[in-house]
């Protein structure tokens, strides 16, 4: 690979220290998230810190990840698909391979596939467009949307969990709140239980970008600014 540049490899470094792994990586589209991702796959795989790791993605890009992690990582990634669940031996694809990319909304409208998946355990999932795992509150109740749901799922079968976004506030800081602390369960048992107020006490550091700071909602959370060349 070519020489990274410096703002990807300062976030990389930065992440790698971190046992678990329980971050927000957001940062401006096209500024070298997927590659920061990859960096992180294949070095947990390396240092045999991972041998599991599942990758959820919007299905026009579960095709782009995979490429990407071959041609760049050499790291082959197999699709989950209806059809390899239904050819699947042990009826549980999910559990047959140890590098998989899943469409997020298939899994998310299909709870027969969110029950194989709960039986499992992955040592790293990463979740691209993690924005996408969103609630907001009605009044004062937590309204879940299946994608959301998803996400609690899947922060609770992973030992490592990475939401990666390029908008990690839609400017409605309540909902934000809530999205936050998705990775960490004791922080989302603490919003859901004692609204936005409680929702960062015991978040993990957050990778986010000087913008996302400016737009609020981010007291009490430790913000590495993303650096330029």
Known sequence: MDPLPHQISAGYEAMLPRQPLRFVLA????????????????????????????????????EQWQDELLEKFGVQFEIFSREKQEQSASGGFFQDQDLLICRLDQLSRNEEYQD????????????????????????????????????????????HFLLM?????????????IWLPLRSRR???AAQSGGPRRCLRGVVPTLLPGHARRRGGLRGTEIRTRRHL
């Open 165 to 177: 976004t390029a908008t990690p506030h839609n400017g409605k800081e309540k909902d934000f709140h």
């Open 27 to 62: 940062d401006d589209p096209g500024a070298g998230k997927t590659i920061m991702a990859g960096l992180l796959v294949r070095e947990l795989l390396m240092r045999s810190d991972a041998r599991r790791v599942l990758i959820m993605a919007p299905g026009a890009l579960t």
């Open 187 to 189: 922080a989302l048992d």
């Open 116 to 159: 194989k998946l709960r039986k499992t355990h992955w040592d790293l999932i990463i979740v691209d467009e993690g924005h996408k795992l969103s609630a907001n509150y009605f009044g004062s109740k937590v309204n879940k949307t299946k994608r959301f749901q998803l996400g609690e799922l899947l922060g609770s079968i992973a030992r």
